[in-house]
């Protein structure tokens, strides 16, 4: 059996979300242990032209659910991005795992060709399916999973490799 553009995204989406939801537990708690505001995680970023932890979470949001809209052709369900307490990140982790639950596999099979149009502020670019996964959602994906983990653990929250991982 070949590997399929399903098998490569939204089971490894769904499962990088699990574990992106444990990290965030792990940052409330260590902000409620160390007496930190909240905010100071939350605003937080590796370098003042990144956005901050609640950005990275958005972004992931938006690539992972983008895959399903743009490949599987289901309707896109808006995300408003004003997320800014740990509780509206967990929301936003859940109502994404919802929608890329709901996403048969089959809904993928055959599409590696079709047509992707990606639009941008500066324009469009135009993949086919199986280019647009493995050469933008996927990477920018694990960027922004990988930078959320990155911000806490430079704000000192006691996570390390296997939390970014889990434990299946």
């Known amino acids: 059996m070949s590997l399929s553009l399903y098998d490569v995204t939204l089971p490894a989406f769904i499962r990088s979300f699990e574990n992106l939801s444990a990290i965030l537990k792990k940052g409330e708690a260590f902000a ?20 901050p932890l609640t950005a990275q979470i958005q972004r992931a949001s938006d690539t992972a659910k983008f895959v399903a809209v743009r490949v599987a052709g289901i309707d896109n369900v808006p995300m408003a991005d004003e997320e800014v307490t740990f509780a509206d990140l967990h929301a936003r982790i859940e109502k994404t795992v919802e929608i890329l639950k709901a996403v048969e596999a089959s809904a993928m099979d055959g ?58």
Not at 35 to 47: M, P, Q, S
Not at 132 to 146: D, K, Q, R, W
Not at 157 to 165: A, C, E, H, Q, R
């Open 32 to 51: 409620d242990e160390k007496g930190l505001e909240h905010k100071t995680l939350l605003e937080a970023r590796l370098i003042e032209d990144m956005g």
């Open 111 to 168: 599409k590696d060709e079709i047509e992707v149009v990606l639009k941008t502020g500066s324009g469009s670019k135009t993949f086919t399916a199986r280019d647009y996964v493995l050469g933008f959602a996927i990477p920018n994906f694990y960027f922004h999973v990988t930078t959320a983990y990155a911000i806490l653990r430079h704000k000192g929250v006691p996570i390390g490799k296997m939390d970014y991982l889990g434990s299946r």
